[in-house]
């Protein structure tokens, strides 16, 4: 069987954790932020882990992470 290609645009924006998961950055914090909350600038500014219902499409698209 062929070697398998990873997917670049998905290399760049999620990592695999110990566990298996992936995990991802969060949306909205590139421009217009005076019109967000600190509170929501601060919880935008984390990690968090990807859905189990995308999880298989990103382990498709990183076979070997």
């Known amino acids: 069987m062929p070697k398998l290609k990873t997917h670049s645009g998905a290399a760049k924006r ?3 954790t110990g566990t298996g ?3 991802r950055g969060q949306s909205k914090m ?3 932020l ?3 909350a600190t509170k929501t600038k601060r ?3 984390g990690i968090v ?3 189990v219902a995308d999880t298989p499409k ?3 698209m990183l076979p070997y992470a």
Request: proline letters at 0%; zero cysteines; aromatic letters at 10%.
């Open 34 to 36: 005076t019109s967000k």
């Open 49 to 51: 882990l990807v859905s």
């Open 58 to 60: 990103v382990a498709r």
């Open 21 to 23: 998961k992936f995990k």
């Open 14 to 16: 999620f990592k695999k």
């Open 30 to 32: 590139r421009h217009i």
């Open 43 to 45: 919880k935008l500014g």
